[in-house]
């Protein structure tokens, strides 16, 4: 009987011995505990949010906003023949010059209009040098070389003219040329046809 409460008294005492040797559980770090008890979002602190670059996608109002943002346009518009010849007249104070069109033009120097895409200039008769300004465009370029052509006759006709007046007249004259840019083609018989060769390259290059 003494043996067999020995026996019980070992074994309860091996029992006591192994709970005293287990491990309490870990408790979670404070730093964790206190964000997944509640569920709230981690915060991000403000340094990092700002160091982050900025991937928002713009919004429909911001493309449209954008989208009607006016684009420079860099090209200047051409002038017609017509606006052209104004500008000259105004340049050189012929205000009262007969202006010319293309039939005009093909009665005095001999244009066949059917070469003819757009003309201009006008006369003025005014002292011994009159102001004589003549400006074409030709269809294609077989048209042009033909209205040069005419021009250049017009043009020796007159230089030709010029030596029966002073020699100041015929060395105006001799200044005179014909310009041929693509299919355009102008003479200008004029003591200012350098001032009106200089505003006509302005729009004709």
Same mark, same amino acid.
């Given at each position: 009987?003494?043996?067999?409460?020995?026996?019980?008294?070992?074994?309860?005492? =091996?029992?006591?011995?192994?709970?005293?040797?287990?491990?309490?559980?870990?408790?979670?770090?404070?730093?964790?505990?206190?964000?997944?008890?509640?569920?709230?979002?981690?915060?991000?602190?403000?340094?990092?949010?700002?160091?982050?670059?900025?991937?928002?996608?713009?919004?429909?109002?911001?493309?449209?906003?954008?989208?009607?943002?006016?684009?420079?346009?860099?090209?200047?518009?051409?002038?017609?023949?017509?606006?052209?010849?104004?500008?000259?007249?105004?340049?050189?104070?012929?205000?009262?010059?007969?202006?010319?069109?293309?039939?005009?033009?093909?009665?005095?120097?001999?244009?066949?209009?059917?070469?003819?895409?757009?003309?201009?200039? =006008?006369?003025?008769?005014?002292?011994?040098?009159?102001?004589?300004?003549?400006?074409?465009?030709?269809?294609?370029?077989?048209?042009?070389?033909?209205?040069?052509?005419?021009?250049?006759?017009?043009?020796?006709?007159?230089?030709?003219?010029?030596?029966?007046?002073?020699?100041?007249?015929?060395?105006?004259?001799?200044?005179?040329?014909?310009?041929?840019?693509?299919?355009?083609?102008?003479? =200008?018989?004029?003591?200012?046809?350098?001032?009106?060769?200089?505003?006509?390259?302005?729009?004709?290059?």
């Amino acid at each position: 009987m003494k043996r067999l409460s020995l026996i019980m008294i070992l074994a309860l005492a =091996f029992a006591l011995s192994g709970c005293s040797d287990k491990e309490e559980p870990k408790k979670a770090p404070e730093s964790i505990s206190r964000n997944e008890e509640t569920k709230e979002p981690a915060k991000i602190d403000k340094d990092d949010a700002d160091a982050k670059p900025d991937t928002q996608t713009p919004s429909v109002e911001e493309k449209s906003d954008k989208a009607d943002e006016p684009v420079s346009d860099k090209t200047t518009p051409g002038k017609t023949l017509t606006e052209i010849k104004s500008i000259i007249m105004a340049s050189i104070g012929a205000s009262g010059a007969v202006e010319m069109d293309a039939e005009a033009m093909s009665s005095i120097y001999g244009f066949d209009t059917a070469h003819i895409a757009e003309a201009a200039g =006008f006369v003025l008769m005014e002292g011994t040098f009159p102001h004589e300004v003549i400006m074409v465009k030709g269809k294609d370029a077989s048209c042009a070389s033909a209205l040069e052509s005419l021009l250049k006759v017009k043009l020796e006709s007159f230089v030709e003219q010029s030596k029966g007046y002073d020699p100041e007249n015929y060395a105006l004259a001799q200044k005179c040329k014909v310009e041929k840019n693509g299919n355009y083609v102008a003479l =200008f018989l004029s003591p200012d046809c350098e001032q009106i060769k200089s505003v006509y390259e302005k729009y004709i290059k």
